[in-house]
């Protein structure tokens, strides 16, 4: 059954799924990403972004995140992120462990969104040895709250990073869901912007496992294949985590599975809003839906069946689509709780 | 095309497939393991190993080896180690990573196996703080050179291990090859042995990504959760990871897989230890054959479209077979051979 | 000229440095602690604590605390603090590199001091493993601000730690402070309050370098020596680091040294609260007081050339006081305050 | 009484403790190495070495070998050293702790000297991202066996090191007694023979703790002094770190005292390599005499009090000479070997 727990209990879409086994018939490949699927994808990214870029492939967005910040800097500098990020809570020191120490510098936004003045301010706090000097700006892109960067968001924010000598990061584990909704070439929210490095997102987007880290300034991706394979991130089977990309990027699947589910969720924040007692929280921009329900609403709903997070950061309740949400499961869930909160 | 390069270039095996499909057709799941299909492949594992043993999933050999003995030894500590190990050669430091600095204390041993005086030998050397103290032995079972340590070969390390108060770890990438190589059941070489932990290899068996760690002293993997998510190595979409198990554990097609591939060997074996020229180095005891073939000869295979390594650590070049490789392609590759050599 | 930057701005108190010339009078010294001298210190402080306790000598208190720490927890844990701990705040991320990424959850707290009911928020807030665990409980004592907790804090801070399963850490590299001003017995608010690991600062109390780590649990002690060592914290002239130690243990000069600072801090209290425009921000309870001044009277002290720091955390000018400031010292400073804040 | 265990049992020489004791008569100083007397020595160092090199002030040797390697490279890259090198024999897996996992890569060398050939051997024997790429080449002047590279040597190595994109650390905690050895300027066997960092010891040439990292490429020192803090090595009363080196500095003591323990080597070798039953091994070039005794002759030495190292590595007994040492001493040693030796 459809639910909305989270767009990763979603299974795989078709069209990967075709290229996985597609790329399953050629017997023997070379392994570790020296096969011919592999080169294909990366050719397919640097078309996608209409740059040259360098492309690598890891497991998951724990790993994407905290490999590239990794990269971009030493134990003993710290990356600003915004306190609701992914990185500072929900990957269980992650990010510290791959740096072997970089401490995450939190600052509060509407919408969960950063601000050029949080960073400055954060910038401009200490100057002393005694604390990590802030080395990158991290931003997601969409959020952890289902808003959405703005491209002048992203361009403020990659400007006050470029004086401040930082570096950005855009973790994007569902950036296909932001270039959905803000309808613009990718190109236009990263480098065109200011980004670095982008941890793009598949697994929520459809892919079974995998993501991918795209270096826009080749030169910071020096050895960092190495850095993939000491930590445990580089596929020997590479063909079945890069093949099914192609079954994304053909026909711009990932951006037709990005504006279904973001579709849902405006559906959802159209039947909810309305409801008596129910509250909605922001403005969906992407795939999310947070609302506050009535205690006893939730309850009974999750008696019924229905799967949804409550979170501590942003409040509320998260209702998440993904590609393979139907139109119908959104109803009906509207329905239900409608004549649960009216009762 | 088939080859010997090694067994992680081959393909996906049917019955491995078959699940990763049946998994997806389930709709929405858990993530993060919290799913059907994932407690049932745990479930699965301790009854064939007949024990109440803890199981996690992680991506990749390198991952699984070294959380493994990232959990059985602080940075202060080494791991014992024979220096052809592959945590000693291929995997870029990962051990040391994962453990923030334990270091490898390598021995040599003929046949690519330690012995319990090496091991007593490297324990012995050093009893001051200047020197890291051992904490772990590690052995590869098959070996890197395509030998398998003995029930009683295991136990005697054990047994030292023990008395040392060292931890075994198996790293088990091609644990299914040894267990069809001495027909044993699979507990006879582990926890029976006196192994703590297990990293059971399913790629080379037939899986697209995925290893498993075993924790036969469940006191051990204590926590272990946290440090596989925070390492990465945490699937959101777990099932893909975990079903196609069943597809190995079923009807013990892992076995079979393995004893596939083993009879491949020794079919090459056969086909080239008369071959004249031809250098048979270690007598396959699991799915490799190393062979020294004269040079010419090598250069010519690879011209003829061949592929395999040559290793400098054991020397000779190293034929691998897989569980989808066909006696005909072993046939061929002998033929082709000899009508070279005897050229 | 004495000052009020910071207690680690004095010199040698001279009973330490008796020592220290002492021990550089026996010639040649077993190295790495494995001298006479030091072992006497390890006595000293078994009988001072009234406990068989393990005893480490580290050079500066980041080392001492971020060692500490890394032993109580791995790097997937978790270590909860003051937001103005130390530990947090000025060890540009020690903690987190030593233990290879163990998080700083941070509370706040009045007086610069942690609460039992914040502790357990912290603890009970996430119970998944996307969060590291929380595993330490660290507490400052004096506190950053010049606070002390009082034995009954400590003790319900431990209560509640050992309910939650926590070890307890204790930065006390202002320790000898918070004695005197309790007058208690050092065990009182340490091991019998149910303190595991104690950081017992002796440079801000006249030691030219170094720290001592107390262990009340010599469990946790276990292989610590190596981890010193590894991490390059083992003096080889270990007598030079050790020896000093007796000049503060002798008589009882630790108390002395630290009550005549807790005096001095009193007296410049007396000094301060009358003077017009300036708020003292805590009751002074050790060596340190925290005072607004009026922003042209600060302005105006330091180009008069005395100096102290400002600090962004607990707000206002921090005045610290040392083994050797002078009352003549103090009543100076004040009189210049009051004569720039009436004018 | 004198011994030859290793000249860190020697302590402080008269002209350091004397900047010891006048760095503390003038009262409260700027903490963290923001003083004049860390400042004087900075400068002497540039002026000692003739170029504007960037001087960072550590606790220990251990802790200057592995914050310089760690600066020089990721924790997937590798360091190539004499498999006799301290940083792989003696330091407890620092190196690999501070830099996160980076490996050490040994060679072979006669006189435990690395050679370009060696090295070269190294670097080229692997070129794939499962082995961690060699990034920099550390020499130990003078050597663990007591041996001294000369400046033909060291430009060689460095060469071959530049050829190869290897920086260049040098090991110098008895840098003085290599250069005395040498009898050349400083800069002879460092920046100028293409030397990137050297540790300069000054433990061991009499200071009572302390050592100098010193960046003759002031690029790679970029942010050293958080890496210095965040290690735990920044003193907080850094001017007892730091003035001691003005008494070596002042008049070349540092050379004298380096002179005097390498004439100590010298004279006895000349009264032991005639003595029946006695072995030297290698030609003493600096402080170091390594010779095998008669195991009677060992013991009983051992037993009438004599302190002194045997070694697995290089083999024999070591001698050490230190900036103390007696001709008298040496001539007792001597004797009283002598005499059981012909007994």
Redesign the interface.
Known sequence: ???F??D?????CPEA?EY??KS?????????GDDAWTQRVCDRMRDLFQTDCDVFF???????N??ALASLC?????VICHELAHIE??????P????????LLTAKGENGKLTPDAIEALVT??AD?????PKVVSITQSTEVGTVYTVEEVRAIAAIAKRRQLRVHMDGARFANAVASLNVHPSEITWRAGVDVLCFGG??NGL??GEVVVFFDKVLAE?F?????????????MR??SAPWLGLLDNDVWLRNARHANAMAKLLHQRLRDIPGVRVLFEPESNAVFAELPNHAAQAMRAGGW?FYQF?GAGGCRLMC?W?TQPETVERFAAELRSICIA
Do not use: W
């Open positions: 059954m459809q639910q727990a989270s990763n209990q979603a299974g795989i799924l996985l086994l399953n018939d050629s017997g023997h490949e070379s392994s570790y890891v497991f998951n967005g724990t790993a994407a905290s490999l030493q134990s003993y500098h710290s809570t929900d990957e269980c020191g992650g510290e462990f791959f740096s072997n120490g970089s401490k706090k200490r040895i005694h604390y990590p000097r697994t929520k079974p496992v050895d294949a190495y850095r993939v394979k000491q930590a445990g991130q580089l596929a020997s089977k079945f985590i799967k501590i993904a393979d």
